[in-house]
């Protein structure tokens, strides 16, 4: 515990000096995280320094990393994040022939019913097809845009944890690229705590960006 509330001052510190000088990446190494502590150490990085965070499990070559980027190309409030997350992958691939595999996830509707009633499921399925048509579309073209060739481009139904989780589990990726909100870490707290597990089991270096 001790260890933890030094963290804190130093946290403290960073915080202080990034309103005086602000920061544009902050790089850590990933923490053993204790069931004493509420929260790791990398919750709190991610969740309150509002600077892009890079998460680090230990040192390695750069060349030609596989890069893993999960974005939400449908909705349109996501739009300058997924730039602003591109341009950093495009540098990684321009500077170290990053192999970048951008993923998709869109929404199922299995299991939803309507005020308690059974949904029929030829109009269940035809509004899931819909769904998964538009969120296609979006995502290859997004990807198109960015110089992402399909065979690059992994797009499947579900929420976005599953669809990470397996890609990671059954790849070698050595970098998660995801979206932060409003400077405060990953989309949800669900997510965060999903993907801190996982990361016990299947460890990969980790990028937020954060507008």
């Given at each position: 515990m001790r260890s933890f509330y030094k963290f804190l001052?130093?946290?403290?510190?960073?915080?202080?000096?990034h309103q005086r000088a602000p920061f544009d990446l902050l790089v850590s190494q990933f923490h053993q995280h204790s069931a004493l502590n509420f929260h790791s150490i990398d919750w709190h990085l991610l969740h309150q320094v509002p600077v892009t965070t890079l998460l680090v499990h230990?040192?390695?070559s750069l060349t030609k990393m596989q890069v893993l980027i999960a974005l939400d190309t449908y909705d349109a409030q996501h739009q300058a994040r997924n730039l602003a997350i591109m341009a950093q992958a495009k540098m990684l691939q321009d500077l170290y022939q990053a192999q970048l595999t951008l993923c998709h996830a869109y929404p199922s509707l299995a299991g939803y019913t309507g005020l308690g009633i059974e949904p029929d499921p030829l109009l269940t399925q035809a509004a899931q097809n819909a769904i998964?048509?538009?969120?296609?579309?979006?995502?290859?073209?997004?990807?198109?845009?960015?110089g992402i060739?399909?065979?690059?481009?992994?797009?499947?139904?579900?929420?976005?944890?599953?669809?990470?989780?397996?890609?990671?589990a059954n790849n070698d990726f050595d970098l998660l690229m995801v979206g932060g909100q409003n400077g405060k870490g990953l989309p949800g707290e669900l997510f965060y705590h999903s993907f801190e597990a996982l990361n016990d089991k299947r460890p990969v270096n980790l990028w937020v960006e954060k507008l």
């Amino acid at each position: 515990m001790r260890s933890f509330y030094k963290f804190l001052k130093t946290l403290n510190r960073f915080l202080e000096l990034h309103q005086r000088a602000p920061f544009d990446l902050l790089v850590s190494q990933f923490h053993q995280h204790s069931a004493l502590n509420f929260h790791s150490i990398d919750w709190h990085l991610l969740h309150q320094v509002p600077v892009t965070t890079l998460l680090v499990h230990q040192a390695q070559s750069l060349t030609k990393m596989q890069v893993l980027i999960a974005l939400d190309t449908y909705d349109a409030q996501h739009q300058a994040r997924n730039l602003a997350i591109m341009a950093q992958a495009k540098m990684l691939q321009d500077l170290y022939q990053a192999q970048l595999t951008l993923c998709h996830a869109y929404p199922s509707l299995a299991g939803y019913t309507g005020l308690g009633i059974e949904p029929d499921p030829l109009l269940t399925q035809a509004a899931q097809n819909a769904i998964a048509d538009a969120h296609k579309e979006s995502c290859l073209a997004f990807a198109g845009a960015h110089g992402i060739n399909k065979e690059s481009v992994v797009i499947r139904e579900g929420n976005a944890y599953q669809v990470v989780s397996e890609l990671l589990a059954n790849n070698d990726f050595d970098l998660l690229m995801v979206g932060g909100q409003n400077g405060k870490g990953l989309p949800g707290e669900l997510f965060y705590h999903s993907f801190e597990a996982l990361n016990d089991k299947r460890p990969v270096n980790l990028w937020v960006e954060k507008l």
